[in-house]
């Protein structure tokens, strides 16, 4: 059963070589929202997430709404494993996904085919199954003769079919994304939208975080609304972005 489980987990992140540098201090701490954290022993910490305790289920499709420097990205990092809690646990289970950044793991002097194999074995692909999905992966990006030459001469919507092809090469149990993905150039976009739409109908649970309200109404039945590292409200979609609409009415 897939299951993310926060347990009052927070993060903070040290902030290094300004102590005592008075204007990078207020600059931080403005654009921070004011959550830094000051010692004269010690560096300067941000206040990434505070205490955020949650439970999310099999079947959860969740949003992450909120300010810019809100945390949403920094949650989803906690929940993919790639930043541990500063206090507090996180718990999951089943097999994740971290849509957070598709370049990532791989090299730009190797091939196409050879970074595919790359970035297979970084998600914790064995061999046999790299082998296996690479005829797919190679004809879903279209990129034929260009596979054999290096990444590095590839334009960006190029590399990004690799990338995007890969990553939604095998069915997660829980998907993480930051923003929806929209892969290459307009006359791959369609292709690319289907495949990303099946991949994420076929997961247990996603966590979305997205500024577009209406993606998050299409795909989203929980929304997570964050502001200044700590949860203002966790529930159904269109209760909790409702809050969120008013409290953006206030600030403006």
Known sequence: MSLIVLDTASFDFPILHVSHR???????????????MRDSHRAPVVKALSSISARINPGDRVGLVGPNGAGKTTLLRLMGGIYEPTMGRVLTRGKIMSLLDLGLGFNADM???????????????????????????????????????????????????VSF????????????????????????????????????????????????EATIEQWCNKVMYLAAGQLKAFGPTAEVLSDYRSSQRRVQ
């Open 22 to 36: 008075s204007l990078k201090k207020v600059v931080v701490a403005t654009a921070t929202g004011g959550k830094i």
């Open 165 to 212: 092809a890969v990553a939604t090469c095998v069915k997660p149990d829980i998907l993480l994304m930051d923003e929806w993905v929209l892969a290459g150039d307009a006359a791959f976009v369609a292709k690319a939208q289907a495949r990303m739409m099946s991949f994420v109908s076929t997961s247990n649970i996603l966590v979305l975080a997205s500024h577009s």
């Open 111 to 161: 091939t196409g085919r050879e970074n595919i194999r790359l970035r297979g074995m970084y998600m914790g692909m064995r061999s046999r199954e790299i082998d296996a999905l690479a005829p797919e992966i190679e004809a879903f990006t279209e990129l034929g003769d260009y596979l054999d030459m290096p990444m590095r001469t590839y334009s960006s919507g190029m590399q990004l079919r």
